[in-house]
């Protein structure tokens, strides 16, 4: 494909006008800017003439001359090496994957076992996955209470919903010490029950004021960047 940008630098380069080029091919100075703004392309001949005013090669005005022309310029071995890297190029392209950040709370650890302490200040570093998540806070799942739905090392990621129905899993926050857990609303107090049956119920009574951060609505183990 005949590229115009090409052929407007090397004619200024050569300090010529577009109507001084134009009288050497043989044609106008508007057949000129045509070619260059990429309106329309010369034919054989006229390209042909071109190439001879500025003695340059063949397919100097062709768009991938660059690339043409220092492949040329490799011997056998390494034209083949050119070759295979391009290929590995064009796989890849076809993986590529949109990740999103997230930024994880570090020194927070939703318990998935007895309770991890809950302080005012976490340090946060960022992690990576392949879905988009509407949500407040993130951090990890530590422990086994919640398998096989809830793995330790995913990262949770929790809406701040405060208790909004029945049996769902939320964060909680009871006696400083925070939790995920299904919650259950009773009488005196909320249940928490693990999904992994190996772990009994435990129950918050309200005069602890157990506190239900926020509904856990996505989890995921990290992707790399």
């Known amino acids: 494909m005949f590229f115009g940008n090409r052929l407007k630098t090397i004619r200024l380069e050569n300090g010529l006008t577009q109507e001084n080029l ?5 044609v106008g100075k508007v057949t000129i800017s045509k070619w260059e ?8 001949h006229h390209l042909s003439k071109l190439e001879q005013t500025f003695l340059v090669e ?12 220092s492949y040329r310029s490799l011997n056998a071995t390494n034209q083949q090496r050119v070759v295979d890297f391009s290929n590995d190029l064009l796989r890849n392209q076809g993986n590529i994957i949109n990740l999103f950040r997230y930024k994880i709370l570090d020194d927070i650890r939703l318990s998935a076992g007895r309770g991890q302490a809950l302080g005012n200040e976490f340090e946060s570093r960022t992690v990576y996955s392949d879905k988009l998540y509407d949500y407040d806070v993130a951090t990890w799942i530590r422990g086994d209470s919640m398998s096989p739905h809830y793995e330790s090392g995913e990262v949770a990621l929790i809406r ?3 208790y909004d129905y029945e049996g769902a899993v939320y964060a909680v926050v009871w006696n400083d010490e925070t939790y995920i857990k299904k919650v259950f609303r009773e009488k005196n107090g909320i249940r928490l029950v693990s999904i992994n049956k190996e772990y009994k119920d435990m129950f918050a009574p309200f005069s602890d004021e157990p506190k239900v951060v926020g509904r856990v609505i996505g989890h995921f183990f990290p992707m790399e960047a």
Do not use: C, H, Q, W
């Not at 134009?22 to 043989?26: D, S, T, V």
């Open 37 to 44: 703004s990429g309106m329309t392309v010369p034919n054989a």
């Open 160 to 162: 701040e919903t405060g």
């Open 58 to 69: 063949r397919d100097y005005f062709d768009e991938f001359y660059d690339l043409t022309s």
């Open 22 to 26: 134009g009288k050497l091919i043989g």
